[in-house]
């Protein structure tokens, strides 16, 4: 359903239950900066009016599911911490030159969130079957759903607004990319990495 070209090594749950404090951190915040592409996708093409709309939503859900990580780092006795960088988005962010017309740097953003989405979707959907604590079996099932959610959204705001044929082009190709970088990846405590 999710179209990615490699799956997540199922042995990232290993490193996940030994540092699962460090995982529910940077969790928060990749809620914080999903709310945060939102708005930025708000304040940069107020003129696509359905978007907005969804963005608005999309801000209120991912805020709120900010907060419910958040609640899960103080029932487990601990404090938010601090941000670190996302290696995976910061490579990925490399993929599409910068420049070109608002809509194909529109369709970019698009393209990335989606992507960002389905990558969440599929790790949330792991963490939901293979993680020992039952509670954060089905915290991480709950948030799956709405990831798929948000990634076809994202998916099909693209194809509205650009050219569906070299979309899916672009689409693909992301994909075949963004394999090639999670080759590396999946060693960290990190959702992404």
């Known amino acids: 359903m999710l179209g990615l070209k490699l799956p997540t090594d199922p042995r990232w749950v290993n490193i996940v239950e030994m540092n699962i404090d460090d995982i529910l951190t940077d969790h928060a915040f990749c809620e914080q900066k999903a ?83 389905a990558r969440s979707c599929e790790r949330f959907r792991l963490l939901s079957k293979e993680l020992e604590d039952p509670e954060l079996r089905t915290f991480y099932h709950n948030l799956m759903v709405s990831e798929a959610n948000h990634y076809t959204m994202f998916l099909k705001f693209a194809r509205k607004y650009g050219n569906e044929e070299e979309v899916n082009a672009k689409w693909n190709d992301l994909l075949s990319y963004e394999a090639d970088i999670m080759k590396d990846l999946g060693k960290n405590q990190t959702i992404h990495g």
Do not use: C, W
């Open 35 to 117: 709310a945060s592409t939102a708005i930025s996708l708000i304040v940069s093409f107020p003129e696509y009016t359905e978007l907005v709309q969804e963005m608005i939503a999309l801000v209120k859900e991912e805020i709120s599911h900010f907060k419910l990580v958040h609640d899960k780092i103080i029932a487990r006795g601990n404090t938010l911490g601090h941000d670190s960088k996302d290696l995976y988005v910061n490579k990925l962010l490399q993929f599409f030159p910068k420049g070109g017309s608002r809509t194909t740097q529109l369709v970019h953003r698009l393209l990335y969130a989606a992507l960002i989405e």
